[in-house]
């Protein structure tokens, strides 16, 4: 059964960084698009950012460009997203998604998702 298990948020200063993961089993991220994706309270899911299968292209949100890093360890079966520079308006709960085409970094492009992770940025 694919399952993905979001790690690594939590409460962090402005200013502060966080790596979430993205951690799949019963299946190999090998040939999946990955996307990051976070809802703040209130608001719509929205796209973070996206990996494709090769790891060859990216899709950023124009508020974390420069900010945010995506990465994938396939050895691992793991995907990453770096976050530096954090902002208040960061704080969301923040989902990892996987896809076969996965050919946009939108919410309706992804089939699989996990539970998420609190990211709470505040001082």
């Known amino acids: 059964q694919l399952q993905l298990v979001e790690s690594g948020g939590g409460l962090v200063q402005p200013g502060g960084s966080l790596r979430l993961s993205c951690a799949a089993s019963g299946f190999t991220l090998d040939y999946y698009a990955i996307g990051w994706f976070r809802q703040a309270p209130g608001k719509e899911r929205e796209g973070v950012s996206c990996i494709s299968s090769s790891g060859g292209s990216t899709n950023w949100a124009d508020s974390v460009k420069d900010r945010f890093t995506i990465s994938r360890d396939n050895a691992k079966n793991t995907v990453y997203l770096q976050m530096n520079s954090l902002k208040p308006e960061d704080t969301a709960v923040y989902y990892c998604?996987?896809?076969?085409?996965?050919?946009?970094?939108?919410?309706?492009?992804?089939?699989?998702w996990g539970r998420g992770t609190q990211v709470t940025v505040s001082s």
């Open positions: 998604a996987a896809d076969p085409q996965g050919s946009s970094c939108t919410v309706g492009d992804f089939g699989s």
